[in-house]
């Protein structure tokens, strides 16, 4: 199986993050899936934002969960990061979802409550893949370990992954005890040791956030089962000569 390339915020070296533009630009580049990042509005809407705050990759600042869900889309998204972008807007998971869902993508939903550890969020996310059909195409991720475990009680079957930058004794034997099918590692925890791991207990391993050619190459050479990128388009062509 080749190493399936995730664009990691969408293309999110070429557009601003997490929004229409950069997945727009990840999928007509090739990439196999698309990983995104998911916080909770004040009025309890999932929205694509990587921090709790919008001070870095908008025009206003303070935290997420203190703005509406239409105050969210007075915010320019894309200013920052070009004038090309200007007026790009935050978007909800759902129009993420409706915009996934007849391309044939893979889905690494990635919930951002290891630092807020938001209400419902788990249930929210999970009814909207039910309501789109994008359960088993969706992987869902999380740094926080207790998020996995209470997604895992509202649908025992649905594949979860543990985020982690931690060098843990036992990593992967931990992570299967908390039922996910997926461990999501730092590039420095990168190993044969925890390819082989993960190979034996039947865990895909993905690799994030690969930029450099060189990081591409060692992802390849050791089968990782995806690896996460900015530069999906760089990925791909890296990956032939792999093939
Ligand atoms: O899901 C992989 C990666 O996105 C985790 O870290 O901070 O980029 O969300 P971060
Ligand atoms: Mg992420």
Not at 17 to 24: A, G, K, L, R
């Amino acid at each position: 199986m080749k190493t399936l390339v995730f664009a990691h915020r969408g293309a999110s070296k070429r557009a601003p993050e997490n929004t229409m533009p950069s997945f727009q630009l990840a999928y007509e580049m090739g990439a196999e899936g698309i990983e995104t990042d998911v916080q909770l509005s004040k009025d309890g809407i999932p929205v694509l934002i990587h921090d709790e705050t919008v001070r870095r990759t908008t025009n206003s600042v303070g935290f997420v969960q203190d703005y509406t869900y239409e105050q969210l889309q007075n915010l320019d998204a894309g200013s920052w990061f070009s004038e090309k972008y200007e007026n790009t807007r935050i978007i909800s998971l759902e129009d993420f979802l409706i915009w996934a869902q007849p391309k044939q993508l893979q889905l690494n939903i990635e919930l951002k409550n290891n630092v807020i550890d938001y209400e419902n969020l788990e249930k929210k996310v999970y009814d909207l893949l039910i309501k789109y059909k994008l359960v088993k195409r969706t992987t869902i991720s999380s740094f926080n370990p207790v998020s996995l475990e209470r997604f895992k009680q509202i649908d025992r079957k649905i594949a979860t992954a543990l985020l982690t930058s931690q060098r843990i004794n036992g990593l992967v034997d931990y992570t299967s005890g908390l039922g996910a099918k997926a461990l999501h590692i730092k590039y420095r925890l990168l190993n044969s040791k925890v390819v082989e791991e993960c190979r034996e207990k039947d865990m895909k391993l993905r690799i994030y956030t690969i930029n450099r050619a060189g990081a591409m190459k060692k992802c390849f050479q050791l089968h990782t089962d995806a690896i996460f990128t900015d530069v999906p388009d760089i990925a791909i062509e890296q990956r032939r000569l792999f093939e």
